[in-house]
């Protein structure tokens, strides 16, 4: 096997750009999670950040906080799963699901 391992170096920088391109587009980029029919959003970026979460009013019982706090959380899980998703999409983009010279 007759590697160009000076080929492999620039194929590698030329991925790592590319790499940090597409992350600092994913920061830009919002995807939502909701839950209680849209009673409860989370706001997420391309990197996995919670960005804003809207609770709407009607949601909010004094009597029934676990209620909340169980939309709160499955908003953020399904903003997460989505933005994560979102980034792997991106990633794989770039490196066409592998990394060159090495599968």
């Known amino acids: 096997m007759n590697m160009d391992l000076s080929g492999l170096m620039q ?3 030329k991925m790592q750009r590319e790499m940090r391109t597409v992350k600092e587009e994913l920061k830009k980029r919002t ?6 029919g849209g009673m409860v959003k989370a706001y997420v970026n391309g990197q996995q950040e919670v960005q804003k979460i809207e609770i709407d009013p009607q949601v909010v019982d004094p009597d029934d906080v676990g209620m909340l706090e169980d939309l709160i959380l499955v908003a953020m899980r399904e903003g997460l799963a989505k933005a994560k998703e979102m980034s792997d999409e991106e990633m794989s983009r770039v490196t066409g699901g592998q990394l060159p010279g090495f599968f």
Do not use: D, F, H, Y
């Open 31 to 36: 995807v939502l999670g909701e839950a209680g």
């Open 11 to 13: 194929q590698a920088q």
